[in-house]
C-alpha cells in the first residue's frame, strides 16, 4: 500500500450552514476505519487540509470533500507519495481560532495573523500545520 500525502486548501460556502463539531465528528467516524489521519486548520474563511493514508483511502475520501457544498474555491496544492506521516495519530484534528501561541505561530509563517494559504509555498504550509499542532497535542 503506498502512504500519501494530499494537501488542500478552500474557503467556506457562506450560503450553507457550518457546524464544526458536526463536521469533525463526520470526519473522524469516517477517517478513521480507512486509517486515514491528518488535521484540519479552519479560520472562518480558508479551510486548510492535510489528509494522509492509503493511496485509494485517500483518494475515496478527498473525491467526497470536493463535491461538498459547504466549501468552494477548492485548490488542491499537493498529492505526493511520502514515507512517512506527519499526523499519525489524529484521525483528524481540528485547529481553529487564534490564541497567544498560535498566533505568534501564524505570524512565523505568514505576514498577518490572518492565514492566506495562497500567500506561501505547500512546504511552509506543512510546516505551519505541523508547529500549529503541537498546540493541540
Ligand atoms: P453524513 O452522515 O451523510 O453527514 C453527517 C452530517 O454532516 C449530516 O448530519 C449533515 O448535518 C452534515 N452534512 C453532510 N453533508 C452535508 C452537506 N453537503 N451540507 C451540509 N451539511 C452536510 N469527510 C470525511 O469523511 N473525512 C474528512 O476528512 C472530511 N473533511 C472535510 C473537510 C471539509 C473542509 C469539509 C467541508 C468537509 C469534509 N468532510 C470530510 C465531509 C465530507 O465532505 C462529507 O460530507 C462526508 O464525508 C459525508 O460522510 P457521511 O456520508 O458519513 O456523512
Do not use: K
Not at 12 to 30: A, F, K
Not at 69 to 98: K, Y
Amino acid at each position: 500500500m503506498n502512504l500519501t500525502r494530499l494537501v488542500y486548501y478552500s474557503q467556506r460556502n457562506p450560503s450553507m450552514d457550518l457546524n464544526m463539531d458536526e463536521l469533525l465528528q463526520v470526519c473522524q467516524r469516517n477517517n478513521a476505519p480507512m486509517n486515514v489521519t491528518g488535521m484540519l486548520h479552519y479560520n472562518g474563511n480558508y479551510f486548510l487540509q492535510v489528509l494522509e493514508g492509503g493511496r485509494a483511502e485517500v483518494s475515496s475520501i478527498y473525491h467526497r470533500i470536493a463535491a461538498d457544498p459547504r466549501h468552494v474555491n477548492i485548490i488542491l496544492i499537493s498529492c505526493q507519495d511520502v514515507r512517512e506521516r506527519i499526523f499519525p495519530t489524529w484521525s483528524m484534528a481540528l485547529q481553529e481560532g487564534l490564541d497567544g501561541e498560535t498566533r505568534e505561530i501564524f505570524l512565523r509563517y505568514f505576514p498577518s495573523n490572518a492565514v492566506n494559504p495562497e500567500a506561501i509555498s505547500t512546504e511552509s504550509l506543512l510546516d505551519f500545520m505541523q508547529d500549529v499542532s503541537t498546540e493541540l497535542a
